[in-house]
């Protein structure tokens, strides 16, 4: 006979279009009643959403609860974790996924007990192909969510065992009626045979269908629902009108059912279709420059600040690991599906805001204690900088260091050359004062300069250096100005002229290679929405100048144009109209890599704008990297009926993480986006979606979603909800690179450019001009007890033929690191004896591994003792 299994929960956005403030204040009600009904009733049981977070925030003002928390858990009647927050699944780095579990596990199992072991991500809007490896990377071999299956096209039953890129699976359990497929409100309480004849059963019908399932997961909850009180009465009410056997039971048991399962399908691919649910294919261009923000601090954390702390505790210098995770809990708490995509009112926005402003402040405050610490135990001159280098192979090339110098008139020893980056003067201050041993005196403050100067470094494997620069006869090199309009070299070579900018590569000419296209939005934050009768309007490019150093050429292009101000200009006779100015630099390096930077400054309300690279294949496909892999895609015609099988059109707007690539015949483009998520392919070009501005939460009867609107808006009760800031005024800046490469598309050379693209200049002096260029500078007094450090130091070298995911403390040890080391390729790699010699094959959460080679599209993490 089917049993339908009836899963008590709550589903808990942290924040949405009320606030996490908000949401605090409901957990006071929602979770006392929850743990006072668990303690009456020892029938019944609870699942608190799958996230640590919100439980830190009740236990935080319900400090008393703790032991009852506890005392449940350990019974098997409260379900908690193992997210620490509901991640969204495709918009998020790799290791800011494999963190929020880290996070979430471990502190469930310091604080309250054993975490509920189930990949739960009830809510998020698609699911990227690999997500399945990185569960198991944290020994979770399952997977539950509502949104993005077709069982037409994808996989017949809502049970499927779901495979990743590579060797890894889970087993996957789709409700396609929702988290609130057996939702009870009071009126359903009130009359259960109308509820099961009505509702229930009639879900348990279709899933049963599908597949030809025997046992049926039915989530029963709602956002900030509270516990229905004797569920187990309810129950047998239910079972009195129901045709099916319906029976009370929670997520992980019901994991062992499937476990046990042989009969299940088989999918391989992201989860990302909109037909029994909304996936809002367009989210990832909403709100982009909180998207940039969120990924330069996760490339922050990762490339910075995390591997760092490793070489400082090498040092002596100790830096709290409660501090990194507070850190991470900050990023991680605007990676909510909800927040990260942006579909949230201005009220939450400002808060997300408050929290990258937090979080940066952290991750600086803690290079700026590792920094001076370090700078003092060496007696650092003011002539003297700290570079470090954060991977594990030695470098030598271009670094930019950041100083103050009294003149220009200076010059870096060993270095080839010396250019000024950047530059600001501040002039001569009277009457500044000082702490001296007997008091204050005061002096005048001599003037002098902030310089980025790009210099020759070579840099010892995760280690440090010390480089001098001196005063010189010759002053700092400023890149020379020209009006010509053509840089590169025989072989490569990029041109403007007559507003279209061409490059010609290894023989081979791509005409009107770069440009800029706007459109109306007539979307929300949930969906880009093409506005009926508007055309895209191309943005021209009015004049360049070239610039040369030398390290390296730039042409800059400048641009403006003429917009309707707002959407209802876009249509009219008569329209409000704005100038927008704009400029792109691309810059190209010595392996003939194209670096590219827009500055755009904004006036123009509800629309979208792309940058299209002209591609020279019209075959219209692609290939995206994601998280620790790569697919492949192509678009795929929308059928004609697509409104009566789907409830938004599937439009092909894919996404991609850091890189997308086209193959020709005997080469291929790469574009690497600097945290941009969205593009599409069209003919033989390439679209990616720099933003797409709106001042609507949520709107109904789009274009390309029909029917009601997201966010809630048109609910009964409900309002229409502004979102000015969302219209991103002001200036905005993207970022972005091009390799064209010979020969077959090779996955682990585009894995590694990406990399190595994201790798950091980090560099430290220690001066007395301006102690707010390191804000903490003047907070930091020297040890009484001085450590002793070498004068350059490198705390390991390994082969460059391996891509580095991740250096950090251990999570689970007081003491030690972990390297992740990540094959982002279709094959196997064996790893070296002496580096598998290095420490302990691990997983993410720091289990023992057997293992000796990385699968493809997989990890090896090896924690390292002190």
Same mark, same amino acid.
């Given at each position: 006979?089917?049993?339908?299994h009836?899963?008590?929960?709550?589903?808990?956005?942290?924040?949405?279009?009320?606030?996490?403030?908000d949401a605090?204040?409901?957990?006071?009600?929602?979770f006392t009643?929850?743990?006072?009904?668990l303690?009456?009733?020892?029938?019944?049981?609870f699942?608190l959403?799958?996230q640590?977070s919100?439980v830190?925030?009740?236990?935080?003002i319900?400090?008393?609860?703790l032991?009852?928390?506890?005392k449940?858990?350990?019974?098997g009647?409260?379900?908690?974790?193992?997210?620490?927050a509901?991640?969204?699944?495709?918009?998020?780095? &790799?290791?800011?996924?494999l963190?929020?579990?880290?996070i979430?596990i471990?502190?469930?199992?310091?604080k309250?007990?054993?975490?509920?072991?189930?990949?739960y991500?009830?809510?998020?809007?698609g699911?990227?192909?690999?997500?399945?490896?990185?569960?198991q990377?944290?020994?979770?071999d399952n997977?539950?969510?509502?949104?993005?299956?077709?069982?037409?096209?994808?996989?017949?039953?809502p049970y499927?065992?779901?495979?990743?890129?590579?060797?890894?699976l889970?087993?996957a359990?789709?409700f396609?009626?929702?988290?609130?497929?057996?939702m009870?409100?009071l009126?359903?309480?009130?009359?259960v045979?109308?509820?099961?004849t009505? /509702?229930?059963?009639?879900a348990?019908e279709?899933?049963?269908?599908?597949?030809?399932?025997?046992?049926i997961l039915?989530?029963?909850?709602?956002?900030?629902?509270?516990m229905?009180? =004797?569920?187990?009465?309810?129950?047998?009410e239910?079972n009195?009108s129901?045709k099916?056997?319906?029976?009370?039971s929670?997520? !992980?048991?019901?994991v062992?059912?499937?476990?046990?399962n042989r009969?299940l399908?088989?999918?391989?691919?992201?989860?990302?279709?909109?037909?029994?649910a909304?996936?809002?294919?367009?989210?990832?261009?909403?709100?982009?420059?909180m998207?940039?923000n969120?990924?330069n601090?996760?490339?922050?954390?990762?490339k910075?600040i995390?591997?760092?702390?490793?070489i400082?505790e090498?040092n002596?210098?100790?830096?709290?690991?409660?501090l990194?995770?507070?850190?991470w809990?900050?990023?991680?708490?605007?990676?909510?599906?909800?927040s990260?995509?942006?579909?949230?009112?201005d =009220?939450?926005?400002?808060?997300?805001?408050?929290?990258i402003?937090?979080a940066?402040?952290?991750?600086d405050?803690?290079?700026?204690?590792i920094?001076?610490?370090?700078?003092?135990a060496?007696?650092?001159?003011?002539?003297?900088?700290?570079?470090?280098n954060?991977t594990?192979?030695d470098?030598?090339g271009?670094?930019?260091v950041?100083?103050?110098?009294?003149?220009?008139?200076?010059?870096? /020893?060993?270095?080839a050359y010396?250019?000024?980056e950047?530059?600001?003067?501040?002039?001569?201050?009277?009457?500044?004062?000082r702490?001296?041993a007997i008091?204050?005196?005061?002096?005048?403050?001599?003037?002098?300069?902030e310089?980025d100067?790009?210099?020759?470094?070579?840099? !010892?494997?995760?280690g440090?250096?010390?480089?001098?620069? =001196?005063d010189?006869?010759?002053?700092?090199?400023?890149?020379?100005?020209?009006?010509r309009?053509?840089?590169?070299?025989?072989?490569?070579?990029l041109?403007?002229?007559?507003g279209?900018?061409s490059l010609?590569?290894?023989?081979?000419?791509y005409?009107?290679?770069?440009?800029?296209v706007?459109s109306?939005n007539?979307?929300d934050?949930y969906?880009?929405?093409p506005?009926?009768?508007?055309?895209?309007?191309?943005l021209?490019f009015?004049?360049?100048k070239s610039f040369?150093?030398?390290?390296?050429?730039?042409?800059?292009?400048?641009? =403006?144009?003429?917009?309707?101000?707002?959407?209802?200009?876009?249509?009219a006779?008569? !329209?409000?109209?704005?100038?927008?100015?704009?400029q792109?630099?691309?810059?190209i390096?010595?392996?003939?890599?194209?670096?590219?930077?827009?500055?755009?400054?904004?006036k123009?309300y509800?629309h979208?704008l792309?940058?299209?690279?002209?591609?020279?294949?019209?075959?219209?496909?692609?290939i995206a990297q994601i998280?620790?892999?790569?697919?492949?895609?192509?678009?795929?015609?929308?059928?004609?009926?697509?409104?009566?099988?789907m409830?938004?059109?599937?439009?092909?707007?894919e996404?991609f993480d850091?890189?997308?690539?086209v193959?020709?015949?005997?080469?291929?483009?790469t574009?690497?986006a600097?945290g941009?998520k969205?593009?599409?392919?069209?003919?033989?070009?390439?679209?990616i979606t720099l933003?797409?501005?709106?001042?609507?939460?949520g709107?109904?009867?789009?274009?390309?979603r029909p029917?009601r609107?997201?966010?809630?808006?048109?609910?009964?009760?409900?309002?229409?909800?502004?979102t000015?800031?969302?219209?991103e005024?002001?200036q905005?800046d993207?970022?972005?690179?091009? &390799?064209i490469?010979?020969g077959?598309f090779?996955?682990? /050379?585009?894995?590694?450019?990406?990399?190595?693209?994201?790798?950091q200049?980090?560099?430290?002096?220690?001066q007395?001009l301006?102690v707010f260029?390191?804000?903490?500078d003047n907070?930091i007094w020297p040890?009484?007890e001085?450590l002793?450090? !070498?004068?350059?130091?490198?705390?390991?070298?390994l082969p460059e033929?391996?891509?580095?995911?991740a250096?950090?403390p251990s999570?689970?040890?007081?003491t030690?690191?972990?390297?992740?080391f &990540?094959?982002?390729?279709g094959?196997e790699?064996?790893?070296?004896e002496?580096v598998l010699k290095?420490?302990?094959?691990?997983?993410?959460?720091e289990?023992v591994q057997?293992q000796?080679?990385i699968?493809?599209?997989?990890?090896?993490?090896?924690?390292?003792?002190?």
């Open positions: 006979m089917v049993k339908a009836l899963i008590q929960h709550t589903h808990w956005d942290r924040e949405w279009y009320f606030t996490n403030e605090i204040v409901l957990s006071d009600q929602v009643e929850v743990l006072d009904e303690e009456r009733n020892p029938k019944v049981n699942c959403d799958g640590t919100i830190d925030e009740y236990v935080e319900n400090p008393e609860s032991p009852r928390i506890q449940l858990i350990e019974a009647r409260l379900f908690v974790g193992p997210w620490y509901q991640t969204d699944a495709l918009l998020v780095d &790799a290791e800011s996924i963190r929020n579990l880290i979430g471990s502190d469930t199992l310091n309250y007990g054993k975490p509920m072991m189930v990949g991500l009830p809510d998020t809007f699911f990227n192909a690999n997500l399945p490896t990185l569960l990377q944290a020994n979770i997977f539950m969510c509502w949104r993005g299956l077709n069982f037409e096209t994808m996989v017949p039953s499927f065992i779901w495979k990743g890129l590579g060797d890894k889970v087993y359990m789709n396609p009626f929702g988290y609130m497929t057996g009870m409100n009126d359903a309480i009130a009359d045979p109308k509820f099961v009505e /509702k229930l059963d009639v348990v279709m899933l049963h269908n599908h597949g030809d399932n025997e046992d039915v989530p029963s909850g709602v956002d900030q629902k509270s229905v009180l =004797n569920f187990d009465q309810i129950i047998s239910i009195a129901s099916y056997d319906n029976l009370i929670d997520y !992980p048991s019901y062992e059912i499937m476990r046990n009969n399908p088989e999918y391989k691919g992201e989860l990302r279709q909109p037909v029994y909304r996936v809002h294919r367009s989210i990832g261009s909403v709100r982009t420059q998207k940039l969120n990924f601090l996760e490339q922050k954390i990762l910075r995390e591997p760092l702390m490793v400082a090498k002596g210098v100790r830096i709290s690991k409660g990194l995770r507070r850190l809990k900050l990023v991680l708490q605007n990676q909510a599906h909800d990260i995509g942006g579909c949230v009112s =009220n939450v926005m400002l808060d997300i805001n408050h929290r402003k937090q940066n402040e952290i991750a405050g803690i290079e700026n204690l920094f001076k610490r370090i700078a003092d060496l007696s650092l001159k003011a002539n003297q900088v700290l570079l470090f954060t594990p192979t470098y030598r271009p670094k930019t950041h100083i103050v110098a009294s003149s220009k008139a200076i010059q870096f /020893k060993g270095s010396n250019v000024i950047n530059e600001k003067y501040y002039p001569e201050r009277k009457n500044a004062y702490m001296t008091g204050y005196e005061y002096f005048d403050e001599p003037a002098y300069y310089l100067v790009k210099i020759e470094a070579q840099i !010892p494997a995760l440090y250096t010390i480089v001098e620069f =001196n010189s006869q010759n002053e700092l090199e400023i890149p020379k100005h020209t009006e309009t053509v840089i590169g070299n025989p072989d490569f070579q041109s403007y002229e007559a279209t900018v010609k590569a290894n023989g081979i000419e005409q009107d290679f770069i440009q800029l706007d109306a007539d979307g934050t969906d880009y929405s506005l009926e009768g508007d055309k895209a309007v191309r021209n009015e004049h360049a040369s150093d030398t390290v390296q050429e730039s042409l800059v292009i400048y641009g =403006n144009a003429i917009l309707p101000k707002n959407l209802e200009d876009r249509l006779s008569q !329209p409000n109209q704005e100038k927008i100015n704009y792109m630099t691309l810059s390096d010595s392996q003939n890599v194209i670096e590219g930077k827009i500055i755009l400054e904004n123009i509800s979208r792309r940058l299209v690279i002209n591609v020279l294949d019209s075959s219209e496909k692609s998280q620790n892999g790569f697919v492949e895609n192509l678009p795929i015609p929308v059928p004609a009926d697509w409104q009566e099988k409830v938004e059109r599937p439009v092909n707007l996404i850091k890189s997308i690539s193959v020709n015949d005997n080469d291929y483009l574009v690497f600097d941009l969205e593009y599409q392919r069209i003919k033989n070009k390439l679209y933003m797409a501005t709106t001042g609507e939460l709107k109904p009867n789009l274009k390309w029917g609107a997201s966010g809630d808006t048109t609910n009964e009760g409900h309002i229409m909800m502004q000015p800031l969302a219209q005024i002001g905005c993207f970022t972005f690179g091009i &390799a490469s010979k077959k090779d996955e682990f /050379k585009v894995a590694q450019q990406a990399e190595n693209r994201l790798q200049s980090i560099s430290y002096q220690k007395s301006n260029i390191n804000r903490l907070k040890l009484q001085k002793t450090i !070498p004068e350059e130091f490198s705390l390991l070298e033929n391996l891509i580095i995911s250096i950090y999570y689970f040890h007081d030690g690191f972990v390297i992740r &990540a094959n982002p390729t094959k790699q064996l790893m070296p002496a290095l420490g302990t094959v691990v997983n993410a959460v289990e057997n000796i080679s699968l493809p599209y997989d990890y090896l993490s090896i924690l390292i003792a002190k």
